[in-house]
Structures are given as C-alpha cells and as structure tokens.
C-alpha cells in the first residue's frame, strides 16, 4: 500500500512538471503562461547603489541596463516586460505588471546623475556598496535615513517651490502613461505577430497534408 501511495505522489510531481522560476522568486503570473526569462547580467563587480531623490528606490548607474533595488527585491525591465530576484546577477522571475516603485522614477534619471543635478539643484550623489544597502534598507525606509541626510544630497530641495513640484510630478505622470502606452503597444505587437506565425505555421502543414 505504501509503495502504492509513493508511486502515485511520483507520477503526480512528474507530471506537474518543474517549479517555475517565477514562483520561486515570488513573482505573479497567470497560470499556463509561459514567459521568457531574461538572460543573466553581468558585473565586472559588486555593484555600488545610489538612491533615487525622494523615492526609497535604489539604482545602479554604472551599468548599461536598468537595475533597481526597492522593497528588499532587485528589479529589472526587459523586452516590455518586468523581472526580480533576490540577487543582483541571476535568479529573475517574471512580474506581472509594472511595480509600484516604478511610478516614481524619473524617465531622465541618468542624465540627472551624469549632470550631478535634481530639479535643478546641485545633487550631491553617494555611492552606497550594495551589501549595506540590503542590510539596512527596511531602517532607512522606516527612520527616513535619505530625507534627513540633507535631503537626499540635493542642496535646497526643501526649499522648492510647491507649484514647481506639482510641475514635476505632472511631467512624471505624463513620462509614466507615455511608457504604459509604448509597452502595451510593445506586447500587442508581439501578440499579433505571434498570432501571425501561428497561422502561417497551420496553413503550411495543411498544404504538406495534401
């Protein structure tokens, strides 16, 4: 009876297949979908974060792709699509939909860094080795570590006019919506195209049946 029971807990798992990557790493999917998963990336060394002025997000700007860190998670958009881990070089799993983070990230956010400026202000930028970064993030977030190390190395950030701030954040809305279009538009051209070869692909094999 027991080697019963064990033979058919076996079979079950055989055929249920692998556990995904993408419930492995905690990510959301859609049960059945199927969805590439981004190739691993590659760091000359540790990398080095610094964090996003007036966000709990955290960026590596010496790398060529954009790589996040927020909420105890590394983050990275690829092909339209989003992907974390909870390493930095390998173990990306798919997430459905943009996260929440996102929203508040400037679209020109590497042209602010490469120029030292925020807002138009001198942005004093600090480089922070990853490991501490992931040691400590929860207590900065809680204890608001960035707002109180003189505004997050912006000079006059407080002194910024509300109507100039409320600017800003249209513009990062509207930067934001623009992206949302341009991806959505990205995956229902994938779709169709990916319907397309579907179709090419049945219309071949009736005519090899003839």
């Given at each position: 009876m027991k080697k019963l029971l064990f033979g058919t807990v076996l079979l079950a798992?055989?055929?249920?297949?692998?556990?995904?990557?993408?419930?492995?790493?905690?990510?959301?999917m859609d049960v059945g979908v199927s969805v590439p998963l981004p190739p691993p990336l590659m760091f000359p060394?540790?990398?080095?974060?610094?964090?996003?002025?007036?966000?709990?997000?955290?960026v590596a700007p010496d790398v060529d792709v954009d790589v996040f860190f927020y909420g105890g998670w590394w983050w990275r958009p690829w092909e339209g699509r989003w992907y974390r881990s909870q390493r930095y070089d390998s173990g990306w799993g798919?997430?459905?939909?943009?996260?929440?983070?996102?929203?508040?990230?400037p679209?020109?956010?590497?042209?602010?860094?490469?120029?030292g400026r925020w807002k138009g202000h001198q942005w004093d930028?600090?480089?922070?080795?990853?490991?501490?970064?992931?040691?400590?993030?929860?207590?900065?977030?809680?204890?608001?570590h960035w707002e109180k190390q003189n505004h997050w190395g912006v000079?006059?950030?407080?002194?910024q006019p509300q109507q100039s701030q409320q600017k800003y954040r249209d513009d990062q809305r509207r930067?934001?919506?623009?992206?949302?279009?341009?991806?959505?538009?990205?995956?229902?051209?994938?779709?169709?195209?990916?319907?397309?070869?579907?179709?090419?692909?049945?219309?071949?094999?009736?005519?090899?049946?003839?």
């Open positions: 798992l055989v055929l249920a297949g692998p556990i995904s990557p993408v419930m492995a790493a905690g990510g959301r060394a540790p990398p080095q974060l610094v964090v996003i002025p007036e966000t709990d997000v955290y798919y997430y459905k939909g943009n996260p929440s983070f996102y929203g508040h990230v679209s020109g956010w590497r042209n602010d860094y490469r120029q930028r600090r480089k922070v080795p990853h490991q501490q970064v992931q040691k400590n993030w929860q207590g900065w977030e809680r204890d608001k000079r006059d950030l407080r002194k930067q934001q919506e623009s992206r949302d279009r341009d991806r959505l538009d990205k995956e229902r051209r994938d779709r169709d195209k990916r319907d397309k070869d579907k179709r090419d692909k049945r219309d071949d094999d009736r005519r090899d049946r003839r």
